[in-house]
């Protein structure tokens, strides 16, 4: 039986935390290969969705469907080792012995991490504490960690902080290399409209756990007024 494409699609999402409503119905769908940017003011929602995708957060209802099939269980553990995740932070103290070999295993083996060290270039550092490195090259550690899990989907969230523009624009080219040697399926998050990758076509606009927007990125950052309608 053939495979069926990877698509993600979101239906009627509502994710609550006690009384509050960080998700409210939230429909998104996303197709293989495709990059794409979640744009929105912090708070919108955005890592909740990532969450989401990766069955971290359990819906209060709605459902997370990828190729055909709806992430509950077995599937969701499924998924988890096809999908790499970047996430906003991860830290350590400086001296805390765990070296960036050390974090990029835990993706999935020493052979990968080794492997994905050297794609990185991060050979100079893999033996270094990991809190001991600077912002791109933690970002870097982070990467190389959700790519030696050999995933299909990557998820990037807000990888601009603590990045100052040169170091986040390599980052930003490295990933857009390996999403097109693997044909990854990309979703990035960001509260910044300025950092949109040049490898991205399509933003989708969160705001208050909502998709307000949709479509082509100069489409979007071309609107009447879009500043006002994302952050306002």
């Known amino acids: 039986m053939a ?35 979640l744009l929105g003011r912090n708070g919108s929602g955005k890592t909740t969705v990532f969450k989401s995708i990766l069955g971290i957060i359990k819906p209060f209802s709605g459902s997370v469907i990828i ?22 932070y ?43 490195l600077s912002g791109g090259e933690k970002q870097k550690v982070l990467l190389a960690m959700a790519l030696s899990r050999e995933p299909e989907i990557l998820l990037l969230d807000e990888p601009n902080l603590n990045l100052d523009m040169k170091a986040y624009g390599d980052f930003m080219a490295l990933v857009e290399k390996m999403k097109a040697s693997l044909n990854l399926t990309v979703i990035h998050a960001t509260h910044l409209a300025g950092h949109i990758p040049k490898s991205c076509k399509r933003i989708v606009v969160v705001k208050g756990g909502r998709i307000i927007m949709d479509g082509p990125k100069d489409t979007i950052l071309k609107t009447k007024n879009s500043g006002e309608i994302i952050y306002g």
């Open 90 to 132: 991860f830290s350590s103290e400086n001296d805390f012995p765990i070296t960036a070999l050390d974090v990029i295993a835990m993706g999935k083996n020493k052979k990968q991490a080794i492997k994905w060290a050297g794609e990185m270039k991060l050979g100079a550092v893999v033996h270094k504490p990991f809190g001991a």
């Open 3 to 37: 495979t069926k494409p990877l698509e993600i699609e979101i239906k009627n999402l509502f994710v609550k935390a006690g009384k509050t409503t960080i998700l409210n119905g939230l429909f998104l769908k996303v197709k293989k290969g495709e990059f794409i940017t």
């Open 67 to 88: 190729s055909g099939t709806a992430m509950t269980g077995a599937a969701v553990r499924a998924m988890r080792l096809k999908t790499g995740y970047v996430p906003q």
